[in-house]
């Protein structure tokens, strides 16, 4: 994967319209878990991108909201869907968590990990 392809697939899963059902913001927003591959193609892109831009000295701004619904959004949604009784799968959780340290980890340019004893504050 490139830069580029990384880069629209991030766009992408942040995109809420009916043209895009299957984005991670969307999927969540209606209570469905992610397909099957996505949060594996979202945590490769982020690494892709990470790798790409460690050296930049600036983001573009849509890159930069991306990565920023992406940290902040899906756990929200998370929170909420529990809230109301949506059964998350048993690992979104962490994988929500990889998502947010990854997306961070653009920012600082230093790669973030999960703490081996999970995220309590989702």
């Keep these: 994967m490139n830069y580029e392809t990384a880069r629209k697939i991030l766009i992408d899963q942040t995109i809420t319209t ?3 059902p299957d984005s991670l913001l969307m999927r969540m927003q209606q209570g469905k878990p992610p397909v099957p591959g996505q949060i594996t193609s979202i ?3 982020l690494k892709v991108v990470f790798e790409s831009l460690k050296e ?9 909201y991306a990565l920023f619904q992406l940290s902040i959004k899906p756990s ?8 109301v009784g ?8 962490e994988d929500l968590l990889r998502i947010a ?3 961070e980890s653009i920012f600082s340019t230093k790669w973030q990990t999960p ?6 504050g989702i």
């Design 86 to 93: 949506i059964d998350w799968p048993p690992l979104l959780k």
């Design 18 to 20: 009916e043209d895009n």
């Design 76 to 83: 929200q949604l998370f929170v909420g869907g529990r809230k």
């Design 115 to 120: 703490p081996s004893a999970g995220f309590g």
């Design 56 to 64: 930049a000295s600036s983001l573009d701004r849509e890159l930069a």
């Design 101 to 103: 340290l990854a997306a």
């Design 43 to 45: 945590l490769l892109a």
